[in-house]
């Protein structure tokens, strides 16, 4: 898995869960990826993947992407 991906992911959602939502990526057969890429917006189609486009727009533009505020339950 691409250490910068796993790095610029982790700014916005932490590690544990970068490395998590990537390999959901990485496991979804249909999605096309470059594995050199340096950012999120080039690594693959954002709609292709099982997160779609908005979790990853929201993670691209640093804002937490999940339905609930962090840290609260």
């Not at 496991?27 to 189609?45: R, S």
């Given at each position: 898995?691409?250490?910068?991906?796993?790095?610029?992911?982790?700014?916005?959602i932490g590690?544990?869960?970068?490395?998590?939502?990537?390999?959901?990526?990485?496991?979804?057969?249909?999605?096309?990826q470059d594995?050199?890429?340096k950012t999120?917006?080039?690594?693959?189609?954002?709609?292709?993947?099982?997160?779609?486009?908005?979790?990853?727009?929201?993670?691209?533009?640093?804002?937490?992407?999940?339905?609930?505020?962090?840290?609260?339950?």
């Amino acid at each position: 898995m691409n250490k910068q991906l796993i790095k610029q992911v982790a700014k916005v959602i932490g590690k544990k869960l970068a490395v998590h939502e990537l390999n959901i990526v990485n496991a979804a057969n249909e999605v096309i990826q470059d594995d050199d890429a340096k950012t999120v917006i080039t690594a693959f189609d954002w709609g292709d993947t099982p997160q779609g486009c908005d979790f990853w727009h929201y993670i691209y533009c640093g804002v937490w992407p999940y339905n609930y505020t962090r840290g609260k339950s």
